[in-house]
Every structure is written in C-alpha cells, then in structure tokens.
C-alpha cells in the first residue's frame, strides 16, 4: 500500500513565523506535489517536483518555497506566515510517466496563522 | 493557464436516485483524472480517461471524456448514502501536473 505522509494534521502559527510542513512517502514515485484546498476552490497546486532538488512553480507559488533534498522527502516552506495562508495543505506523490499516473495524497495539514 | 470548471457545486439527491456532475476545461486535456474525497478525508483516485470519447464504467459510477478532450462527466446511479462525498476531476497536460476543479459536494437524502 502507497503511503504518503504528512509531519501534522494540525497547526497553529503565528503571524511572521516561518513554518515547515514535511510530507513524506514510501513507493519511489518520482512526482511530488503541494496543494492547498479551500472551500469552493478545489485543490490550487503550490510547486512540484519531478526529481530530487528539482521544483517547478504552481498556481499559487506566491508566499511559499520548497525543499526536495531525497527523493522520498518533500517540504513546503512558508518564510512569513500570513493569515490568508491559513488553509488545508494536502501532499501528494505519482510515477512520472508521458501520461499521468493517479495521485496519491496524504491525510493533510489543517494551517492556522493567527 | 488552463482552468478546470465543475458544476455543480454541490447535489443534493434523494437515495436511489441518479445524478450528474460535469467538468469543462479551458483547454485541451491530455488525460482527465476524477478524485473522491470523503468528509474529513483525503482524496482518493477514481479514474483516468486518456482517448477522445472514452467511457469507462466502476459499478454504478459511468465516466466520459468528451470527444475534443476539453470536458468530462462522471454520471451515478442510484445514489447511496456510501456516494457521499466531493468528487473533484482533474485535467492533466504536460509534467504530470494536474488542474482541479472546484468539486462537486454530493449529499444524499434517505
């Protein structure tokens, strides 16, 4: 069974802090992603990547970094916590392929900047 | 960039009975891909559709790919109170990335 998983399931931060959300999973897959889900808006994806220490921009790349240092490893950086990032952050993990492969998400971070 | 439109936004039907949510993208797709996630949950991979046209059936759960590969539906019949849930679809294009739409929320009355 694919796992990917998620360093907390609940978060409360500060205004100006800088927060780690660390995913992490355990079948090879190539692809990693970062989401934030929010009431009415589906899923908007943050940055992906494709190998280790590669990362390419997603819709709403804007406030947040990423790390990829293994393979199996991907994190999502906020260098200043701002309130309008309070949001659910949802990882997910795929093969790479010339066709896409089904996503496999973990059980997500609940963010809550104060 | 692309966008991927869902409608509706949310279903309330009657156990029993049939229902369909619909997915428009702004441009053509390589592949869709539809998701389920259950309240409280994490979504979870249904289905992909590759060819211009495809239909593909799990159960009671009927998916199409629209002959230009710009839309999509995912049509249930006789709904169960198990089918609750959002149901998000997904159009794919170049680098495995994917664009969600906003979701269908689907609550069943007994």
């Known amino acids: 069974d694919v796992k990917v998983t998620q360093s907390s399931r609940y978060l409360v931060k500060r205004t100006g802090e800088k927060v780690f959300l660390e995913c992490v999973q355990d079948?090879?897959?190539?692809?990693m992603f970062w989401y934030r889900q929010d009431p009415g808006l589906g899923l908007r994806l943050i940055y992906f990547s494709y190998d280790v220490k590669m990362k390419e921009k997603g819709d709403i790349p804007e406030g947040y970094s990423v790390s990829r240092e293994k393979k199996e490893r991907f994190s999502l950086i906020l260098e200043s916590a701002s309130t309008n990032q309070t949001s659910m952050y949802l990882c997910?993990?795929?093969?790479?392929?010339?066709?896409?492969?089904?996503?496999?998400f973990g059980p997500g971070t609940r963010l809550t900047v104060t | 960039g692309q966008q991927v439109m869902q409608i509706p936004q949310y279903q309330h039907v009657q156990e029993g009975e049939d229902f369909t949510t619909y997915c428009n993208s702004s441009t053509t797709l390589s592949n869709i891909q539809w998701y389920k996630q259950r309240p409280g949950g994490h979504p979870v991979f249904l289905i992909q559709l590759v060819k211009s046209g495809e239909v593909k059936k799990q159960k009671r759960l009927t998916f199409q790919f629209g002959e230009a590969k710009k839309n999509s539906s995912l049509h249930i019949t006789a709904t169960q109170t198990t089918d609750v849930g959002t149901y998000f679809c997904?159009?794919?294009?170049?680098?495995?990335?994917?664009?969600f739409g906003g979701g269908t929320r689907v609550l069943v009355k007994p």
């Open positions: 997904a159009g794919g294009a170049a680098g495995n990335k994917l664009t």
């Open positions: 079948m090879d897959h190539e692809n």
């Open positions: 997910a993990s795929s093969f790479l392929g010339t066709v896409g492969y089904e996503q496999y």
